[in-house]
């Protein structure tokens, strides 16, 4: 199996610094090195990284000019040389993150079309040429994740997803003696951080790489993200502390998740401090909603009704909601004044993994009290806090409860109690109760978290028919 792309030395260190998103250190190093396919890869992936951590413009603006450039010194290879194939598979792959990144999805599924058939057509001819497992690895899996209002495209064009498949790509690629094994690992715990819900593998994934690069900035930002994830407030912000103050300032999506972790903690200022800072520096859109209404809400948590209402008017004239937390945060602006302060603090407090606070925070809330949402919020809260510690047996009826409670209601709180008791059940090794409650995780519509839970949903589902 070819193992290699025959990177000299002096590739394969620029290619770690900017997958340590040590950028600044890796431009003079990219300035040195001749015009190639290689060179073309680096900066391609050094300007997709900038993109998607800043979102400024400028990079996508930088990508687009050069991409002709890139594309030449790429198309110097000979066709036989199995590297060009990839190269140029890659940069379509690429080409169709930005679009989706940018909101053309069907645009960007045509060019996930194109880069997959390129590297069918290839693997078909040879499957051994292990660099081609990145590309296919990502594309199978961004397959399986297409959100149910495309899946029609993707039928369209032909395309089958393999979630499976991609995963067992990506890993053997992580294994191997590659030069994009790193690069593989990293995108493997990206989407266990994330679309696949596993922060517990991720942060697995992620601490394997820091034993091997410790001065891996988005190694130690992806690590402390997965233990948010997973419930470890604390281990998160200790992680996350480790983050020099100047590459901090390179990476706004640190500050947010500071701001996340000092909010979970209930250390209102410093929530706010840092929600501040990632408002002041990141150039997009995305999560800034977001940011305002937990700015908000940290006022709210304090009894400071005008500052509460002053953040949530500046967080309401913020126009796009695509991310799933600005979407959430829509709802949240809408009814923020009538939260019960313990469930909001409840809900809080368990996402940082601070148990016994978080119970102490529903003992003050009075079921007899609440009606609604509220009700069905408090029986959902107290059944996570009992499922997250491990007391499964103690989660059933209050996710029942909730489930119950939501019925006909557009509340994720009912959608996502469905998805975490058909987990027990499955766990339980209750196939067909496990079955049910997944079709009535995604049975539940207008929902912010939708598209996430319905994908975990089915994914969890076509687990249980291959079983």
Request: hydrophobic residues 40%.
């Amino acid at each position: 199996m070819q193992t290699d792309l025959g990177w000299q030395p002096s590739v394969v260190a620029t290619h770690e610094l900017i997958l340590q998103y040590r950028l600044s250190e890796a431009k003079p190093l990219l300035a040195t090195l001749p015009s190639s396919a290689e060179k073309a890869y680096l900066l391609n992936l050094s300007d997709f990284l900038q993109m998607i951590y800043t979102e400024d413009d400028s990079f996508y603006e930088n990508y687009l000019s050069n991409l002709h450039e890139r594309r030449t010194w790429i198309e110097e290879l000979s066709d036989g040389d199995a590297g060009k194939a990839f190269y140029l598979a890659d940069m379509k792959l690429q080409e169709a993150l930005f679009k989706i990144k940018f909101g053309d999805y069907l645009s960007g599924l045509y060019s996930l079309m194109q880069a997959h058939n390129q590297i069918d057509e290839l693997q078909n001819r040879d499957d051994k040429i292990l660099p081609f497992l990145k590309s296919s690895g990502v594309i199978n899996i961004l397959i399986g994740l297409t959100p149910e209002k495309y899946e029609w495209a993707i039928r369209l064009i032909g395309l089958q997803s393999d979630i499976a498949r991609g995963i067992e790509q990506l890993t053997r690629l992580s294994s191997s003696n590659s030069p994009l094994a790193d690069e593989a690992l990293i995108i493997l715990g990206y989407f266990y951080a994330y679309p696949l819900h596993e922060p517990v593998k991720a942060s697995a994934l992620f601490s394997q790489i820091l034993e091997k690069q410790p001065n891996s900035t988005l190694s130690r930002f992806m690590l402390a993200t997965s233990l948010n994830k997973a419930h470890k407030g604390e281990q998160a912000l200790t992680t996350l502390s480790k983050i020099s103050a100047d590459q901090q300032k390179k990476l706004a999506p640190v500050y947010y998740l500071f701001g996340d972790l000092y909010l979970e903690k209930m250390d209102m200022a410093k929530a706010r401090e840092y929600y501040a800072m990632f408002i002041q520096s990141c150039n997009g859109e995305s999560f800034k909603k977001d940011a305002m209404s937990k700015i908000a809400a940290s006022y709210y948590l304090e009894n400071d009704t005008p500052s509460a209402n002053s953040w949530s008017e500046k967080a309401a004239k913020m126009q796009r909601s695509t991310t799933e937390p600005d979407r959430n945060a829509d709802v949240f602006l809408t009814e923020m004044n009538q939260y019960p302060i313990p469930l909001l603090k409840a809900r809080l407090l368990t996402d940082g993994g601070y148990w016994k606070e978080a119970q102490g925070q529903l003992s003050v809330a009075k079921p007899s009290e609440l009606d609604g949402k509220w009700l069905c919020e408090y029986y959902y809260r107290l059944a996570r806090l009992y499922h997250l510690q491990g007391e499964n047996f103690e989660a059933i009826p209050h996710y029942q409860q909730a489930l119950k409670l939501s019925e006909r209601q557009p509340w994720y709180m009912g959608a996502n109690a469905a998805l975490q008791l058909g987990l027990i059940m499955k766990n339980a090794g209750k196939a067909k109760e496990a079955k049910w409650y997944f079709e009535k995780a995604m049975a539940f519509d207008n929902h912010p978290y939708k598209a996430s839970i319905d994908s975990s949903a089915e994914r969890e589902l076509a687990r249980l028919t291959s079983d």
